[in-house]
């Protein structure tokens, strides 16, 4: 049984708040301790704890009766699926950090969400898309893969990538803005189910309330 929705909030707040703090992190491990490895490791299991969070999030409303199914919202349910993955095929994120320190990927494209929007700080940790699509198609969730490529906008990005010479097998997607629209699709639609019970989820949950939209159809490639 999952906690109660305002006790898994609070945990989901945590979780929110050690993610970014561990990629804050990856520059002393890089240029302090010389071992990007760990900083790196650390990321990915920051990220994967807010994914778990979120899916315990989901579960406690719908064993509260408050919702039908944990796959509502594109913004929740790309999260979701992404855990799923991770959960039942062995490996880790494949992610642009790895790919690029310690694999010495040669050609990467990162993809910025809301990328007009001067408050979203995209942050350093993206997601292999060609990864995301491939892990999703090959579950149980696939049915569901329509409707995350629309979300993500990923028919449009590849066509632009491959205006480059390159294809989604080197396109990440930033982590934070769909994090962001996750988080605060569970806060607009589902906060009166659950109330903050501690330092950090009174601090979330209030800013999740009254920040933007991310914008998925407004997006930046970077090369």
């Given amino acids: 049984m999952s906690n109660p929705p305002s006790e898994q909030f609070d945990v989901l707040s945590n979780a ?18 010389n071992d990007p490895e760990e900083g ?43 855990r799923h993955v991770l959960q039942h095929k062995a490996g880790r994120i494949k992610n642009n950090l790895r790919d690029t320190f310690i694999k010495q990927a040669k050609k990467v494209v990162l993809v910025n969400y809301s990328a007009s929007d001067s408050d979203v700080i995209p942050g350093q940790f993206y997601i292999s898309a060609s990864w995301l699509q491939d892990g999703i198609q090959n579950s149980n969730n696939a049915h569901r893969l329509p409707a995350i490529t629309s979300y993500l906008n990923l028919d449009k990005i590849s066509a632009e990538v ?11 997607l930033c982590s934070l803005p769909l994090i962001t629209e996750a988080v605060r699709q569970l806060c607009i639609n589902y906060g009166n189910h659950f109330k903050p019970t501690g330092f950090d989820s009174d601090v979330y949950y209030s800013h999740f309330l009254k920040i933007n939209p991310i914008n998925t159809q407004d997006y930046a490639i970077v090369t």
């Fill in 16 to 33: 929110l708040r050690v993610f970014p703090e561990e990629i804050y992190r990856l520059n002393y491990f890089i240029n302090k301790v």
């Fill in 40 to 82: 790196i490791s650390n990321i990915e299991i920051a990220c994967v704890n807010v994914f778990n969070q979120l899916y315990g999030m989901m579960c406690a409303l719908k064993e509260s009766k408050h919702i039908a199914s944990i796959y509502e919202h594109d913004a929740i349910t790309t999260l979701l699926c992404i």
């Fill in 162 to 172: 491959e205006k480059l010479s390159l294809s989604l097998n080197e396109t990440y």
